[in-house]
């Protein structure tokens, strides 16, 4: 886990890296052509400078002629009162001429380009004068000549004062392009300048924007991943994660424990108190569990709902038993929600992996199934208590597991059987109609039902169970009446659990139309033991049922879950007094009271009918009697038995109020 963390830094480090890279490219990128385009208009702005340079030397030049010009007419003009040169004379004019001419060679050699023409005739003008000296010079004398001398001398004095106008015109030109070209580039350079800027700005909002994008993705994925594989609510590992970690460590570390967590009684804090008071339990109780297995480098998980599971590398008893021992008295302390104070107490079940069986027997399900039974062994003991999965446990388990496989074979083949025990009028113990309860036979010996009935609802088939003693009752029953002419009733045991479901009506009804039984003679009871949630789907249902005319019975009435509740919701025909409170008619004052009052709740508000069970002695009737009940179910008027023969006693004492005489069972009441 440590080295999938420090990957996933590295792979994050480098992602952001390269990210950062990529944009540092494409900025330097945009940088390098801005500055070959600066470059470029830079070397352009250079030749401008440079041609500048060239023609300010072509204007000296142009002066210089002007100068050499105005040295020639100055010789001339002197050498007009002489009617012959001296030599002196001569060297100067000679002198002067040659300037000249170096000046037009000079001027010759510049002239390319767009200056060409310009030069070209300064250049011939001035060739003009030299060859007039050169032609007067030899003769000794200028006289004739200085009148062409000058002439071609004012000539080339024109045409180098125009070149030197069209050159400094040329040179202003240059200078305002230059000029013009440097404040464009100034503004380019500013421009580029902030777009630069700008694109930095943008580029490092981008390439952050990415970053956080790209650490969003991440974090999503983290987080999808952790959900994945942890419970959201208490942050620890989830069932899937779990099964993985435990599965590679059972292989690799068979001396390690698995320890299955129940919270006791947590339905009740989340009905009563609300679901945010049950998941805070459930937050704490997690860390309890983080905190007590660090110091063993174990780790736990949610189940789903309340159930827990903790793994430990270790499976010396006297660690487990202080581990254990230690959760234990930590949830003995209680939490506080509100103004409430909420205990929740656990249950624990161990199951040590080197306990579970041989090397290939020790898979993650057998380990968990072992450590569950020892859960449900736990709860069996009166809950906030832990048991180790161990030899004598483990012959439990194969029993229950046994009896569980019977009990299934039995149910899938239809051969869970029924007895009928009698309900009778209490004032003349005539049997008006009968209970029909489940009874097993295993291997030829009758399993108790408050055993195997429990062990049908923790197994989610008891069901089944119902439909298969529905149907045969109601078939006995329509059979029996048909044949006597009789009209007994039967009243069947249905789980609560049926009414929240979709098929209880049809199947009812197609049992009725099919056996022929009048649906006002079938009564269906409801264990009231059992919590029910959907009320509105339960009413609809019992509505429907006692639409078709069948009667509806309230059963264990006074013992289970909100009572007044079961009075409001389902719409009942008749209560069944639990025989709890009528086996202490004669002790208990409260017992007596709680029975006067439903009795008269009944009977005058309601208009139900009362059927008062486990009447044992005739004390018992006698009271009940005076309280008003008028019927009444127990051993005082008979045992459950086989339904042939508790109808034919039935039949035959109909008329006799000593029914509990005809009939004789060793059978008893579930």
Same mark, same amino acid.
């Given at each position: =886990? ?42 352009? +702005? ?17 002066? =210089? ?20 040169? +001296? ?104 421009? @580029? ?53 435990? +599965? ?128 449900? =062994? ?22 229950? +597991? ?159 879950? @909100? ?108």
């Amino acid at each position: =886990m440590r080295l999938n963390r420090i990957q996933s830094a590295q792979r994050r480090f480098f992602a952001d890296t390269s990210t950062v890279f990529y944009g540092c490219g494409v900025l330097g990128l945009i940088v390098a052509v801005g500055l070959a385009l600066f470059a470029i208009k830079e070397t352009r +702005s250079q030749a401008r400078i440079e041609k500048l340079a060239r023609y300010e030397q072509f204007v000296r030049e142009g002066y =210089m002629a002007l100068n050499d010009l105005q040295r020639m007419q100055s010789v001339i003009a002197r050498l007009q009162m002489e009617t012959t040169i +001296s030599p002196q004379d001569g060297q100067e004019l000679s002198r002067a001429n040659d300037m000249l001419y170096v000046r037009a060679e000079s001027l010759e050699r510049h002239a390319v380009g767009e200056v060409e023409q310009h030069f070209s005739k300064v250049t011939h003008s001035l060739r003009a004068v030299v060859d007039l000296v050169d032609t007067a010079a030899p003769e000794r004398t200028m006289s004739g000549q200085q009148n062409d001398v000058l002439t071609a001398i004012d000539a080339a004095r024109a045409d180098t004062i125009r070149l030197i106008d069209f050159l400094r015109r040329f040179q202003d030109s240059i200078t305002e392009t230059h000029n013009r070209s440097a404040q464009q580039r100034n503004a380019a350079f500013l421009a @580029s300048s902030l777009v630069f800027a700008l694109l930095g700005i943008g580029l490092l909002i981008m390439l952050r924007r990415e970053i956080d994008g790209r650490r969003s993705r991440e974090r999503a994925e983290r987080r999808a991943e952790f959900l994945a594989y942890h419970d959201p609510l208490t942050q620890l590992m989830n069932r899937a994660r779990f099964t993985d970690e435990v +599965s590679a460590l059972i292989a690799k570390k068979p001396a390690s424990t698995l320890v299955m967590i129940d919270l006791d009684q947590f339905k009740w804090i989340n009905d009563t108190l609300g679901h945010e008071a049950g998941d805070k339990v459930l937050c704490v109780v997690a860390d309890r569990l983080r905190a007590a297995c660090a110091p063993l480098e174990g780790f736990a998980a949610r189940l789903g709902g309340d159930e827990f599971a903790v793994w430990l590398p270790t499976d010396a008893p006297a660690t487990i038993e202080v581990f254990c021992k230690a959760l234990l008295k930590a949830s003995e302390t209680p939490l506080r929600h509100g103004d409430t104070w909420i205990h929740a107490r656990i249950s624990l079940g161990v199951a040590m992996v080197r306990s579970c069986g041989g090397r290939a027997l020790r898979t993650f399900d057998t380990v968990m199934k072992y450590a569950d039974f020892a859960l449900y =062994m736990s709860k069996e003991k009166g809950r906030a208590t832990y048991t180790v999965y161990d030899a004598d446990l483990e012959a439990q388990y194969e029993e229950r +597991s046994a009896l569980l496989s019977d009990l299934h074979g039995a149910v899938n083949t239809g051969s869970i059987d029924f007895h009928l025990q009698p309900k009778v009028n209490i004032h003349t113990g005539q049997a008006y109609g009968f209970e029909a309860l489940a009874r097993w036979s295993r291997n030829g010996v009758l399993v108790p039902p408050d055993v195997f009935i429990r062990r049908a609802e923790e197994a989610g088939f008891v069901n089944k169970i119902d439909f298969i003693i529905l149907d045969k009752a109601v078939r006995v029953i329509a059979a029996w009446n048909r044949a006597n002419g009789t009209s007994f009733q039967v009243s069947v045991n249905v789980s609560a659990q049926h009414l929240v479901g979709t098929i209880i009506v049809d199947y009812v009804k197609a049992v009725l139309r099919r056996h022929g039984l009048p649906p006002h003679l079938l009564t269906l009871e409801i264990t009231e033991t059992v919590e029910l949630n959907n009320w509105e789907r339960v009413s609809d249902n019992l509505k429907m049922l006692r639409a078709m005319g069948c009667r509806v019975a309230i059963d264990d009435f006074g013992i289970g879950y @909100s009572s007044l509740a079961y009075l409001r919701y389902v719409d009942a025909d008749e209560i069944k007094i639990d025989r709890s409170l009528t086996q202490q008619i004669d002790q208990c004052e409260q017992s007596r009271f709680i029975i006067e009052s439903v009795l008269e709740l009944a009977h005058t508000f309601l208009g139900f009918e009362v059927v008062a069970e486990g009447i044992e002695a005739e004390a018992q009737a006698a009271r009940l009697r005076e309280m008003g009940c008028r019927r009444a179910q127990g051993y005082f008027f008979g045992h459950p038995g086989p339904p042939h023969a508790v109808l034919k006693a039935a039949t035959e004492q109909r008329d006799h109020g000593d029914f509990a005489k005809a009939v004789n069972s060793d059978g008893r009441e579930c």
